[in-house]
């Protein structure tokens, strides 16, 4: 039996992971005095599994003295958009549901998730954001969907 090697074992973590984000850009939404504004900024990331798709997520940033410290628990208010960015090609065999962007909004307990269903009826990938917390998580939730079609001459 083969025992694998940390470089294999490392490299399985990060294709499992959710995908990483590239910040677009935030807004101001409350001028703070002491501390980092109230803002809205906006992120996007490349669901990892599916080449062809592109996902933007805007999410509320909370400021101030505790913002600023990283200690601030953000609201759960975000919004997601997914949209097909090049040819899609899907794996032969992809998760009914799967879990392709997280990110805390506290210090500990709370992060926003974006996870990928396949809609095999419909040709079509659909992305939900949620807020999850360890004891209650939030209502609040954004949906976008991606219908698998030809892109260009393919």
Sequence with gaps: MKIPTLLTLLTGLALSAPALSDEIGCVTTTWKLIGANHKV???AFKDAKVPGVTCHVSQARTGGVSGSLGLAQDPSQFSL?????GPITA??????SEVVFSEDTSLVFKETRVVRMWDKANNTLVYVAISRKLIDGA?????STVPVMPWGGH
């Design 41 to 43: 900024c906006v992120e």
């Design 81 to 85: 958009a997914c949209r097909q960015t």
């Design 91 to 96: 794996p032969a065999r992809l998760p009914e």
């Design 139 to 143: 209502p609040a939730n954004s949906i």
